[in-house]
Every structure is written in C-alpha cells, then in structure tokens.
C-alpha cells in the first residue's frame, strides 16, 4: 500500500505557479520548433516594404525573393522601383509595354517567366521585329486611383514605356466608392475624383528580419492578433461601411466611369488599354458557368472606353475557349479551388497574346 501511494505520488504532477508556467512555456518552444521547418515549406513569404523617392511610393523593397505557396507555388524575384520578375526597369533600351494592376499582375502565384509580362515579351519576339519588353508592374491592394497616381513617376524612371495596359482582375477595381487603394481613392461624390490618403506601413523592419529567418509565422500571428475585435452586442454584425456611396444606376455609374476614362487618357501621352478579366469558366453547383455575370458592367464599360478613345479587351471569350477546346480553367491552382481565384499560367499567356495580337492591330494609336 505504501510503495503503491509513493508512486502515484511520483506520478503526481506538481502544480506551482512556476511549474505550470515552465510547463506551458516548455510547450509553446517546442511547438515553435516543429512549426518553423514546416512553415518554411508551406507558407508565403512575407516581404517588406520601402520608401522609394523615385516613385514616391511604398515598393517591394528590391533584391527580395517571393516564395508563394498558398495559391499556387512559385518564387518571384523583385526588382528595382518594386517591379516583379524585371531585376532593373531603368537599363531596358527596348520600347516597354507596362501591365499595371493588383495582385492579378502582381502575380505571385506563377514563376516569373509564367507572368503575363515574360510571356508578352516571348510572344513578341517569336511573331513580330519589333523588340516590345512587357514589365510586371502590379502589387496587390492597388486601384486605379493608385496606377493614376504612379503613372508619370514610372514614365520619369523609365522613359521607354510605349503604352500602359490596365489589367481590370474585378470590377471592385475600377468601380467608385468600394474599396481604398494602397494610397489613393476613386470617389464619386460631391463629384468623381482621385484621392489621396497616403500609406505607411509600420514594422517593416521586423517585417524583413522574420522573414529573412523563415519565421513567417510569427510575423503572420502578430498581424492576425492586431486585426481581431470583440463584440459585445448582440444581434448581427453590421457591414463595413466602406460602400456606402454608390452611383445611382448606370447613368451615376456611366457619369463615374467617363471621368475615369478621361482622367486615366490625359495623365500620360502614351496608348492606354484596359483588359478586363471575365470571372469564367465558373464551377457552380457542380455546374460550369460560361456566361460573364458582370455582362452589361462589360458592355458598359467598354464602350466608353471605345468612345473615348482607349482601348479594351474583353477577355471572356478568350477564357471560354480553352475551356471549351482544350478542357482547362483559366483561373485556379492544383492547391485551390479549380475556376476560382488568380489567373494561372494559361490565364496570363491568354492576356499576354490578347494584348499582342490588339498592338499588333495598330489599334489606339499604336
């Protein structure tokens, strides 16, 4: 009975403060250990940002490199200026033709060389003589409020950029009132505007020290701590009120959008395009969707873009026929959802040849 009870007794943990502190403590280090091999191999990279005077911007702070695993899974090389996949924009001599957007072009979900950008080049040198150099300039949470504001920074840091393509991924990019940019805002009241805001991202240099020690999950968990909130009320949540103005119909809509057009066609002297990435094929219900639900906004917008002289693509054919003809989805990742989300390799070639085969037209002035 005796040596029975010192057992347990051996078994028996102790409970102190300390104890129970060393104990959690102990746990927590360890856990850190096994995550942070794990986590180099199936978390995204966590970049940090610089000021850039050139540009007078926040940018990808240079020389960094990418590893994107969430979505797809590439490396991506950043350049000068925050340019992706093109290590210096200022030493191409070649005419340049620059693909601005989010992260639809920002791209972090295919290599370098599977970017609409690369492939725009290597089309070009294969069906035409002339030398066009295609530059990824796109980060992810810009609008076209922010490429109105970059424009004339990026045409002083690279004069050879012949034409701006605009890569429209969604219409919350072009669309007033939604969402802000990295630094600015496209409003539509008291009357349709570009604002600035202005963007400083803080603990960039922590930022890049995690990173740089593979410990993306840290950095991850400290930004998910910062955003989370507690509600005491009951009853439901209340929607952000971020899209509490919006253009009363098409005419408040068509109103919004000609200024845009407009404002976008007198900040440079260059050609301008905007290509407008269809959300097709679609898998619903177990069913492929084929037809854009975002037709008449299609429409619309187009045409203004035609009247005032800038050139559009639609790319909704483009993404049904390689469906239809080959069985493939233009947007979607092994590691996702198949039709949902970024383009992916096949998307971005589809872009880069629309682009090509419109210049190549000699349409808007090119």
């Given at each position: 009975?005796?040596?029975?009870?010192?057992?347990?007794?051996?078994?028996?943990?102790?409970?102190?403060?300390?104890?129970?502190?060393?104990?959690?403590?102990?746990?927590?280090?360890?856990?850190?250990?096994?995550?942070?091999?794990?986590?180099?191999?199936?978390?995204?990279?966590?970049?940090?940002?610089?000021w850039d005077p050139a540009v007078q911007e926040y940018v990808l702070r240079p020389d960094q490199r990418f590893c994107q695993r969430t979505e797809?899974?590439?490396?991506?090389?950043?350049?000068?200026?925050?340019?992706?996949?093109?290590?210096?924009?200022?030493?191409?001599?070649?005419?340049?033709?620059?693909?601005?957007?989010?992260?639809y072009v920002e791209a972090l979900h295919v290599p370098d060389e599977a970017k609409m950008a690369a492939q725009f080049t290597r089309a070009c040198?294969?069906?035409?003589?002339?030398?066009?150099?295609?530059?990824?300039?796109?980060?992810?949470?810009?609008?076209?409020?922010?490429?109105?504001?970059?424009?004339?920074a990026y045409e002083r840091v690279a004069p050879s950029i012949v034409c701006h393509v605009i890569v429209v991924g969604h219409f919350e990019d072009?669309?007033?009132?939604?969402?802000?940019?990295?630094?600015?805002?496209?409003?539509?009241?008291?009357?349709?505007?570009?604002?600035?805001?202005?963007?400083?991202?803080?603990?960039?240099?922590?930022?890049?020290?995690?990173?740089?020690?593979?410990?993306?999950?840290?950095?991850?968990?400290?930004?998910?701590?910062?955003?989370?909130?507690?509600?005491?009320?009951?009853?439901?949540?209340?929607?952000?009120?971020?899209?509490?103005?919006?253009?009363?119909?098409?005419?408040?809509?068509?109103?919004?959008?000609?200024?845009?057009?407009?404002?976008?066609?007198?900040?440079?002297?260059?050609?301008?395009?905007?290509?407008?990435?269809?959300?097709?094929?679609?898998?619903?219900?177990?069913?492929?969707?084929?037809?854009?639900?975002?037709?008449?906004?299609?429409?619309?917008?187009?045409?203004?873009?035609?009247?005032?002289?800038?050139?559009?693509?639609?790319?909704?054919?483009?993404?049904?026929?390689?469906?239809?003809?080959?069985?493939?989805?233009?947007?979607?990742?092994?590691?996702?959802?198949?039709?949902?989300?970024?383009?992916?390799?096949?998307?971005?070639?589809?872009?880069?040849?629309?682009?090509?085969?419109?210049?190549?037209?000699?349409?808007?002035?090119?």
């Amino acid at each position: 009975m005796a040596a029975r009870e010192q057992t347990q007794d051996m078994l028996t943990m102790p409970t102190g403060p300390w104890t129970v502190f060393l104990r959690w403590g102990f746990g927590f280090v360890l856990a850190s250990f096994l995550i942070w091999p794990v986590s180099t191999m199936f978390l995204d990279s966590e970049c940090e940002n610089v000021w850039d005077p050139a540009v007078q911007e926040y940018v990808l702070r240079p020389d960094q490199r990418f590893c994107q695993r969430t979505e797809g899974w590439a490396v991506t090389q950043i350049g000068k200026h925050g340019i992706l996949g093109t290590a210096d924009i200022e030493t191409i001599q070649d005419p340049i033709v620059a693909f601005w957007g989010d992260s639809y072009v920002e791209a972090l979900h295919v290599p370098d060389e599977a970017k609409m950008a690369a492939q725009f080049t290597r089309a070009c040198r294969a069906r035409t003589r002339r030398p066009l150099v295609g530059v990824n300039i796109g980060y992810s949470g810009r609008n076209v409020a922010d490429y109105y504001s970059l424009i004339p920074a990026y045409e002083r840091v690279a004069p050879s950029i012949v034409c701006h393509v605009i890569v429209v991924g969604h219409f919350e990019d072009i669309l007033p009132d939604r969402f802000d940019g990295r630094s600015n805002r496209f409003v539509s009241r008291p009357q349709p505007a570009f604002v600035h805001h202005g963007w400083k991202p803080r603990w960039q240099k922590i930022k890049g020290a995690l990173d740089s020690l593979n410990l993306q999950f840290v950095w991850r968990l400290a930004v998910d701590l910062t955003e989370l909130s507690v509600r005491l009320r009951p009853g439901p949540v209340p929607a952000p009120g971020n899209e509490d103005v919006r253009p009363d119909g098409d005419l408040g809509l068509q109103e919004a959008w000609s200024f845009l057009i407009t404002a976008m066609r007198q900040r440079t002297d260059r050609p301008l395009l905007f290509v407008y990435l269809a959300d097709v094929p679609k898998i619903e219900n177990g069913r492929v969707r084929l037809d854009n639900p975002e037709q008449r906004r299609t429409e619309l917008f187009g045409d203004l873009c035609r009247r005032h002289g800038v050139g559009f693509i639609d790319m909704t054919e483009d993404f049904v026929r390689l469906y239809k003809t080959k069985g493939k989805l233009a947007r979607g990742f092994a590691n996702g959802i198949p039709g949902r989300g970024h383009i992916n390799a096949d998307g971005h070639r589809l872009v880069a040849e629309a682009v090509l085969l419109h210049l190549a037209n000699g349409s808007h002035g090119f």
